[in-house]
């Protein structure tokens, strides 16, 4: 089945730095790739998502760009704020295109 | 308000014991999905459910039992086989599409301890 791999684990910037995030996948039949952010005790929230038809997003200072034939996709974030800092999950579609298989997640720590 | 409702929010189990999390939707979503997340392990896929009266097995689906009576319903046995059952608990919902699974939905976590 499909495997999403994340890297790095932890990252720590300083305050107005840019923060970059990458995955791998496993499965050429992916077709959708969310990012999701999450603060502690609560449930995952949609940032950003993009689909196997498009090679780049952006959305104010986040952007998230796909390489289909190296199957890997990045979340970079420009101007990091303290609020930034949180947990950030990739994820990609299953085979049949029924759910989202996560990374295991990236703590992002911005500092003032 | 619309949204997913995971109840309870924090949840004992004893050993040998069977216990229910509780995931409601109001978003008319067709499909539904549970989340198991342990630290350092990302969120891993227990069940998911994309119609009533059916649902089909996540990559860590054993110990575990679901059931889709409702549309706006998708509770999660977490049964005495489960050995290791602490873990923070996540509810999902999501829109059928013919491209595929679109953007979930989720609701706020049980975060389930064994006494």
């Known amino acids: 089945g499909e495997n999403v791999e994340q890297h790095p684990s932890t990252l720590s910037v300083q305050e107005g730095d840019s923060a970059v995030i990458k995955c791998t996948y496993s499965?050429?039949?992916?077709?959708?790739f969310p990012w999701y952010k999450q603060e502690l005790g609560k449930g995952p929230q949609l940032i950003i998502d993009?689909?196997?038809?498009?090679g780049e997003k952006k959305d104010q200072r986040i952007a998230v760009t796909l390489n289909k034939t190296a199957k890997h996709f990045s979340l970079h974030i420009t101007e990091t704020q303290p609020e930034d800092s949180a947990v950030y999950f990739c994820?990609?579609?299953?085979?049949?295109?029924?759910?989202?298989?996560f990374g295991k997640g990236t703590t992002l720590s911005v500092s003032s | 308000d619309g949204g997913i409702t995971q109840s309870p929010k924090y949840l004992f189990r004893k050993e040998g014991q069977n216990v229910t999390l509780s995931c409601e939707q109001n978003l008319n979503h067709d499909a539904m999905y549970w989340y198991r997340q342990d630290p350092g392990q990302g969120l891993r896929l227990i069940y998911y459910?994309?119609?009533?009266?059916?649902?089909q097995k996540g990559d860590i689906a054993e110990g575990y039992s679901v059931s889709r009576e409702k549309k706006e319903s998708f509770p999660l046995t977490v049964t005495s086989a489960q050995k290791n059952p602490t873990a923070f608990y996540l509810c999902?919902?999501?829109?059928?599409?013919?491209?595929?699974?679109?953007?979930?939905?989720f609701g706020s976590g049980t975060q389930l301890s064994v006494l």
């Open positions: 499965d050429s039949a992916s077709n959708y």
């Open positions: 994820a990609a579609s299953n085979q049949a295109g029924t759910a989202l298989i």
């Open positions: 999902a919902s999501s829109i059928l599409q013919g491209t595929g699974v679109e953007k979930l939905f």
């Open positions: 459910s994309q119609i009533v009266n059916d649902f």
């Open positions: 993009i689909r196997s038809n498009v």
